[in-house]
């Protein structure tokens, strides 16, 4: 069973290297590997020069202004050939059995098409900073599966993106509404009836995922307004539930958060005022634009064979 590993970058020459050397570490060696790179320089493409003569290993760009991770995604999906796709992020370490334990699993179930992986987080000291980490928990109900599921590790069946649609690229770390691409697709995923699986022995590892408080704190606001983006986009394309199964949810959170805002601590109210400033955001938004169907996906495919970049040219300064 071939895998397709996709890895969106931008600009993490290192923390980029130690993750695709950990893929080359897996024990499982039927894969090919897509790095989408958004990098306005070639310091990526110079710390991936001994990759490129490996024939599973491919190198594009992708310079779509105004587009971030998700368009990235899109493209390294649409490139590679593999049954399985799995993606993970820049700034992780996947373990040596990840591979295996994925095949496994799809092997195992015909049926089963989207699965979701563990990231773990190493020692840090939580008063200085935050790592974001997901203990993929098998009991998750379906609703709040997509809420905390972590991009950094998903692994899903080609065929699921005929039913489904790829990554909304309005969604994620770049784009219009900033972060939170896994829970579009993760919603998507639950609402469609597909089957999915929690598996926390699938893992990766946040070896670079530390923020310091600062930047921690204004990850998070991004998250809650991404994810009021996303219901906010569900909810324009017709999906009704998603809009009042949300604002049903931020009645229940402010009420909850306006006495303790009486109190001095307005935390919880800041992040109720930053999903429902994203779900009026992501509403207002052209509801189909942005959106990458299936078929759309799949015409994707020669403009994705045409981003590849040998990685010598790029290091050599060739424009693109």
């Not at 600009?11 to 090919?32: G, I, K, M, T, W």
Request: glycine share 8%; charged share 25%.
């Amino acid at each position: 069973m071939l895998v397709s590993i996709v890895i969106p970058t931008k600009q993490r020459p290192q923390p980029l290297a130690d993750a695709v050397q950990s893929v080359f570490r897996s024990r499982y060696q039927h894969f090919e590997i897509f790095v989408v790179d958004q990098s306005p320089d070639d310091a990526n493409a110079k710390v991936l020069a001994p990759f490129r003569n490996d024939p599973r290993f491919h190198y594009l760009l992708n310079r779509r202004p105004g587009f971030g991770a998700a368009s990235s995604r899109n493209l390294g999906i649409a490139a590679s050939r593999g049954e399985i796709i799995a993606l993970i992020d820049d700034d992780v370490e996947v373990k040596p059995d990840w591979l295996e334990q994925i095949v496994a699993e799809f092997s195992a179930d015909p049926e089963l098409d989207f699965i979701a992986g563990r990231l773990t987080a190493p020692p840090y000291d939580p008063a200085t900073g935050f790592t974001p980490a997901f203990e993929a928990w098998p009991y998750l109900s379906r609703w709040h599966f997509p809420l905390h599921a972590s991009g950094a590790n998903f692994s899903m069946r080609r065929r699921l993106f005929d039913r489904i649609g790829g990554y909304d690229e309005f969604c994620g770390p770049g784009s219009r509404l900033r972060a939170s691409d896994d829970t579009d697709l993760c919603w998507r995923v639950v609402r469609s009836g597909a089957r999915y699986k929690v598996c926390p022995h699938i893992e990766v590892v946040h070896t670079h995922g530390f923020r310091p408080q600062a930047e921690a704190e204004a990850l998070f606001a991004r998250y809650q307004y991404g994810n009021g983006g996303n219901f906010g986009r569900f909810t324009r394309r017709g999906d009704l539930f998603a809009g009042a199964w949300f604002l049903a949810r931020e009645v229940k959170h402010a009420l909850r958060a306006i006495p303790a805002a009486l109190r001095g601590d307005r935390r919880e109210l800041f992040y109720v005022g930053q999903r429902l400033h994203g779900f009026w955001d992501g509403f207002r938004l052209p509801p189909h634009e942005g959106f990458v169907s299936g078929e759309q996906l799949r015409r994707l495919s020669a403009n994705a064979r045409a981003a590849e970049v040998p990685l010598m040219a790029w290091s050599h300064g060739t424009s693109v």
